[in-house]
């Protein structure tokens, strides 16, 4: 090596500076930098090569199994369309209105009437979160106390779904079935709109008024009501809808309202009798009477009759005359059953056979004028 001496001297040390030329170290360590680099590129090919297989074989593989996924949602719906679609209830409802006479047929109309909504016990508990946040619900039920059959005459007689039925507005004139909200449906499903009052998460159930429900209902889902998206303002309907029907006045004799006070500890819905007082006139007031009973006829041409309303646990006698409807005595209902689990609902409404149900098409079509009110609305 070729060595540079530089000295610097000073009064007493000197400083010597060496400069050297690069060894053969320096040669062999650059080499070695060099050589990983190579290796590290070649190393981040091989991953980006092995990722890019790797992201190819997923994709096969989810393509694959969405070509098996549609096959098999193919069949399903194809077995579906031949045997029908099954579906289990998320909850059953527990209603004031006992049996389908005097349940209005349209919620908002009774505003004042209340009832329960349980879920299922396999309902989790998370899912009901958030749900409180929200006035109303839409609530998709199954009309459990229909046969959805009629006895056809002539060509047709035998055993069939109707396809006219007499909405009260009519006047006893007959319309097709599906302008109307007959429950008596080719699929006896029904949905309605009614207001949250709360939701008790632990317990799995909903506090819920102004319903149509019947006790014991099966729902088979539940969705918030969001007005941006259902409310249709420009809504256009038939003539004989608009005009809906008259409120009554309604009264309660003394001795009604008295019987009312002494039952009411024993009310399962209502807290106060105010409150079942609004409930009961609410629903008297829409005139629960059939066409054939006189609904919407003169008083000269309706019969002067008492008939009979459960609500809660309640049997009310009233009596509808020319421009109010007079609650002549209230009373308690004896030996009703009220649904309140699912093994309670499941005894009380076991599956019907085709005689059974062959049986009460029969009586349906051999049914009075007055009993038709059960079948037509």
Known sequence: HTHTHTTHHTSQHHLTINTMQPSSVDSRLFAAVAAAAVCATAGAAWLYTKARRAEALVYQERSGRTKIERAMRANLQAKQEEQGYSFIPVGRVESCYPQRRGAPRQGNLVPSNRGRLVMSKQTAEASLEGLAEYSHVWVLYVFHENTNMTAGKGKDKGLMLPSKVAPPQLGGKRTGLYSTRTPHRPNPIGLCV????????????????GIDLVDGTPVLDVKPYIPAYDSVPDARVA????GGVAPLRVEFAPAALASLHALQPSLRFFKTVDEA??????????????????????????????????????????????????????????????????????????????ASVAATAAAEAAASPEEQEMYDE
């Open 194 to 209: 009614v207001r949250l009052e709360s939701v008790d998460v632990t317990a799995r159930t909903l506090h819920i008024r």
């Open 277 to 354: 007082v609004a409930a009961i006139s609410e629903t008297l007031r829409l005139d629960i009477r059939s066409v054939f009973q006189g609904r919407g006829l003169p008083s000269s041409q309706a019969r002067t009759h008492t008939y009979q309303l459960h609500i809660d646990t309640l049997d009310i006698a009233f009596e509808t005359r020319e421009d109010h409807v007079l609650v002549q005595t209230v009373g308690s209902m004896t030996n009703t059953a009220h649904p309140t689990s699912y093994a309670a609902a499941a005894a009380a409404a076991p599956q019907p056979s085709y």
């Open 239 to 242: 003539a004989w809808v608009e």
